[in-house]
């Protein structure tokens, strides 16, 4: 069996024997009062739609599909909401021109950040906002052999965000039965979730090289691949989003199916690079059960 292969196998072995081996039956007591720190590992697999051009080689655009898997530390409760962790991706992009057509591979690395706190507003109790701040370090890398000597693109892209998260409280809370006549479906009460965050950019950094990737290390035979590259703040634009859904097992644990929408440019209308990812992933959550650190009553 390849190494791949086994990894694979080793994953769903390690998620099957997290799921049945845990006992309290948390998730269908909908209205217990939390008694531990809602803390989870959070491990997402999907893919991702990308698009994007890149002024400083070409102005077409190159569409493509990639893989995505992501890993995260996560503290969910009503009044604050906590994410560190990364996201990694890698696909083929391609575009069409009049005359032949270009591929370019893609890879990229976001490192993310995320601190929420509950809003005091008044609103109906199955509802929750929060606000906060979000810090997303992103990395790519792009080849293409059709530019010849300005075949590989690299540049870091740094945001800092605004977010705003809301929430509504979907859980079902009474066994109902769906008779279809030939058989019948029970579906019995359940903890679920919606969330929908949206991110708006009070900072963009960038840093990555100017018109065209040519540069003089290779000549000189000590390539580098930053050679000439750039660091510049306030410049170009980021927005993002998310939406969440979550269904809690009994054990604590919980699955989440999300979509995230994110795009950027990076300023300056001769070389700005612009790229939008539609991500769609799906996660294992896994309860940690951190005890909660109550303050001493002295």
């Not at 300005?150 to 409280?169: C, H, Q, V, Y």
């Not at 859980?171 to 991110?199: E, G, M």
């Not at 950027?264 to 909660?292: C, P, Q, R, W």
Request: with cysteine.
């Amino acid at each position: 069996m390849k190494p791949a292969k086994l990894f694979l196998l080793a994953i769903f072995i390690l998620i099957t024997q997290t799921i049945v081996c845990q006992d309290e039956h948390t998730a269908l007591s909908i209205h217990k009062p939390e008694q531990i720190k809602p803390t989870y590992f959070d491990i997402s697999f999907g893919g991702s739609y990308v698009t994007f051009r890149d002024f400083a080689t070409s102005p077409l655009f190159y569409y493509g599909i990639a893989g995505d898997f992501g890993f995260y530390r996560f503290v969910l409760s009503n009044r604050r909401e906590s994410r560190q962790g990364f996201m990694i991706g890698y696909g083929e992009t391609a575009t069409i021109d009049v005359a032949q057509s270009a591929i370019a591979s893609l890879g990229y690395l976001n490192i993310n950040h995320t601190n929420l706190f509950k809003l005091p507003l008044q609103l109906p109790e199955k509802w929750n906002v929060k606000g906060g701040a979000m810090l997303n370090l992103s990395g790519n890398f792009r080849q293409n052999n059709s530019f010849r000597n300005n075949s590989i693109g690299m540049e870091g892209i740094g945001t800092l965000f605004a977010s705003l998260k809301i929430g509504r409280d979907v859980s079902r809370n009474k066994s109902k039965t769906l008779d279809a006549k030939f058989f019948k479906i029970n579906f019995f009460p359940r903890k679920r979730k919606l969330y929908w965050q949206v991110n708006f950019a009070l900072v963009n950094m960038t840093y990555r090289n100017g018109y065209a990737y040519m540069e003089h290390s290779s000549i000189q035979n000590d390539y580098n691949y930053f050679d000439e590259h750039e660091f510049r703040i306030f410049q170009g634009y980021r927005l993002s989003s998310s939406l969440d859904y979550l269904i809690y097992l009994k054990n604590s644990n919980a699955f989440k199916l999300s979509y995230i929408w994110d795009a950027y440019h990076t300023g300056n209308d001769y070389e700005k690079l612009e790229m939008a990812k539609h991500h769609i992933m799906f996660s294992f959550l896994f309860s940690l059960k951190e005890k909660v650190q109550k303050p001493n009553s002295q």
